[in-house]
């Protein structure tokens, strides 16, 4: 290896280094933002007071910072990475820019789950038990959607060789979660509609802190077999001969990559609704910043843009010293779909993968 | 009258003219002026004929609602014009007109001017709302259903039992109404109410039909007696405008006298309503029948001067800072215990009726399949509804009194 290119390899890290740093640090600027604005307007100095834990002015802020934006931020930095990440992976394995972390249907099977808890059960007169099971039930709801989803793609997974077809049976059971959801809607009042609308809308600020435990150790888990999985993720981009040539066999990648990305992106639409956008627009910002295609960049690189964008988007859906709100999932589209046009026009193509 | 006086004049000037034409010599022109006299006496008598059944139409009479201000009643001599105004939300240029005619009844394009007909009397009538069901059975008109919308909503038992024989037919519910079915039920009118312009598509269809529709917005009202008072429009339909006139006044009398006994009270209590969606909490504002009621009942509103045409959604954090200051949480959905409450958000045990236990919800009287008769017979007792809330805010007004739709939650 000649001694310019030496230094042309050492010149990428340290720019790739900076970029970590400068997203980290932007991180933690928008997490402190996330803290300090909100609808109730409460002095900085009180907040920080409540923080170092002194005794609050007003015991109401103390209730608001602890119990309702902190565990809110919280969520929105797993949200932001888990589902990032888990658009990352998707991208990768179905060598596919448009990929998401919903291809795997993962999504449509939550909104059947929560679909038949809100608009089929209560038709049939479930109303009591569901009612004692408090927000606990559409958490479950969602998670059995998913996970039966989860189960057909995985069990065609292991006998289907083609990726793509792969892809398209994902995305037709996701249409037939879509329809069977549609003809619940077709019949369900109002109220019901409405608690099914809300649920798509996504929400950050619903996560109890019994939640947000269970959501932090999974998306954690979730995000530790990816970092685990880089080099696979890297072979798997020159294509699955590649991979196979590497002694790996694409079908158990392809499982593993499938059980971190359903374990990221089904606990998220889980406990948050289908949050859209940020998994598809986040992975493509993190190409063009960090101009590399090697996932132990990538990955991480996601992971902050992914936490920063979830961050904004959740500043601006509170509407700051106003009392209403915007839901997230508008304000992620509203936010990522610019970003991606700006990309296209740019670059005059979606970056490509490798 | 006008048009009577008119013919009236011009007989005597044909005979007169008559009288003085007969002449042997000109059988011509004779034979002419017969012609036009028989040709102008038919058409005398025919107008002669009309008239007597022509309404009295200089007399127009507009009945002033004393709470309402949705609707409007005119009589046109022996007609009834019905105005809807503002017929669902943030609709104040769209209004509906209805004519109501009598069998046999001629409507002249003068009084019609552009109205939709409803043809009298009504013996079959679809009800898409449980409101609709409540003024029926209090002008006792029930009998008249013939099909409802979203039957498991329904709470009167009468209907529910001519439901299960088959006697009524459920049409659907919302926008997915089986028209095959409403049509077969051979209609007389149908009650309709519009969430959205959405139900303008609906109106058309059922007029395509041939099928009359009457569109009712009492659910906008903005004060519980006016409400109610949109038991008139309905009593019209079946010329019971006196019954239910008797009807409101008895009731407002009963609603009024019930307020005046709060007027005094020295400490108003603050009260939150309802649940929210996930984190996001539609506040109703303070312009609206349920802001009316706590007010009446001698207790603040927490929102009492927010002013909007639909609900607002509110971030929960703001909600909880606003709720510090409040003593009761009424209509809290579908929670039908304070453990409900809490298990869908903790955060709500921070809440001060929580903590003391002053939560009530108006779910006393839910029936197996999910129909509230606050929504339904609640619309025609606003005086029971203020006695409950009075009874919750103020016991020591009204002495030992049994709640009829509310109940306290248990923890």
Known sequence: MSEPNK??????????????????LLGLIFFVLDIFLGSVHIPAGDILRILTGEAAIKVEWKVIILDFRIPRTLTAVLVGAALSVSGLQMQTIFRNPLAGPYVLGISSGASLGVAILVMGFTSLGFTAVLD????????????????LILMLILSVSVRIRDIMTILILGILFG???????????????ESMLKSFIVWTMGSLGNVSSGQLRILSFTVLLGILISLASVKILNAMLLGEDYARTLGLDPKTVRMIIFISTSMLAGTVTAFCGPVGFIGIVVPHIARLVFKTADHSVLLPGSLLIGAVFMLISDIFSKLPGYDQVLPINSVTALMGIPVIIWIIIRRKKITSLS | MHENSVSDKKMPNLRLIKGKLIQPANWFFIFIVSLFYLFATSCINKREKASQNLPDTNSVVSEINRYARGFSITKYGNFDMLEVKKPWQGSEQVNFKYL???????????????????????????????????????????????????????????????????????????????????VSLRPDVVLIYGVESEMTGLIHKLKDLGISVLMNGEYLEEDPLGKMEWIKLMATLFGLGEKATVLFDSVATCYELLKSKTESVNHRPVVLTGLPWKDVWYVSPGNTANAKFIEAAGATYLWEDLESEKAIPMDLESVYLKAGNSEYWINTGTARSIGQIVSMDSRFSYFPPVSSGKVYNNIARVNATGGNDYWESGLMHPDIILRDLISIFHPELLGEQALVYYQKLQP
């Open chain 1, 7 to 24: 230094a042309s390899i050492h010149l990428k890290k340290r720019r790739i280094a900076i970029s970590m740093g400068i997203l980290f």
């Open chain 1, 132 to 147: 004692n099971a408090g927000n606990w039930a559409m958490v479950i709801a969602a998670t059995l959607g998913s996970g």
């Open chain 1, 175 to 189: 249409s037939i979660a879509t329809a069977l959801v549609a003809v619940l809607q077709y019949f369900s009042t």
């Open chain 2, 100 to 182: 109501l005619v009598k069998e046999g009844e001629i409507v002249p394009d003068s009084i019609r001017k552009g109205a939709d007909l409803i043809r009298m009397p009504i013996e079959r009538i679809v009800c898409t709302s449980t409101t609709h069901v409540a003024m029926l059975d209090a002008l006792g008109k029930t009998n008249a259903i013939v099909g409802v919308s979203g039957s498991d909503l329904i709470t009167n038992k009468e209907i529910k039992e001519r439901i299960k024989l088959g006697e009524i037919r459920d049409i659907g519910y919302g926008r997915e109404l089986n028209y095959e079915v409403l």
